[in-house]
């Protein structure tokens, strides 16, 4: 992260949470969708809200990983506030390709997130989600 309080993938409102860092390899998809439903139940989200989350961070991951560079890692930044789970999933991606909004993985997860972004800027291939609870609890 920047001293401007930018991190990876253009996120802003300062540093993330929470940042997990992977190898850039579907066999980790797991430890992405289990952080997330953790955090998410922190938040006091309710079991569907997780479980939507665990399905959009999965689609996520799908739209990234065939863009990551050799080698690489993919890094997944959560911002957390009362009742609202914002989350960055990116890869360094030396091609940064244009992001695919008629694919499924994108009709998923902007159905199932509250707000989705992707983007491909500075060699990175960046998808952004922010999940909403539908509990009206407190949260933290």
């Known amino acids: 992260m920047s ?9 802003t409102n300062g ?3 929470v940042e997990l860092r992977l190898p850039a390899d579907s066999a980790y998809a797991s430890v992405l969708r289990t952080t997330t439903a953790g955090l998410a ?22 739209m990234v990983l065939p863009e990551a560079d050799l080698g690489s890692d993919l890094t ?19 091609e940064a ?17 509250t707000t989705a972004t992707a983007e491909s800027r ?3 291939f960046v998808v952004t989600m922010t999940m909403q609870s539908t509990a009206g609890g407190p949260g933290l």
């Open 3 to 11: 001293e401007t309080g930018t991190a990876q993938g253009g996120i």
């Open 15 to 17: 540093r993330a949470d």
């Open 41 to 62: 139940a922190r938040l006091d989200f309710t079991i569907d809200d997780i479980e939507d989350l665990r399905i959009a961070v999965g689609e996520a991951n799908a």
């Open 76 to 94: 997944c930044e959560f911002f957390l506030a009362p009742g609202e789970l914002r989350i960055a999933v990116g890869v360094t991606s030396a």
């Open 97 to 113: 390709p244009a992001p695919d909004y008629d694919s499924f993985a994108w009709q998923v997860l902007s159905t199932l997130a």
């Open 122 to 124: 500075d060699g990175r």
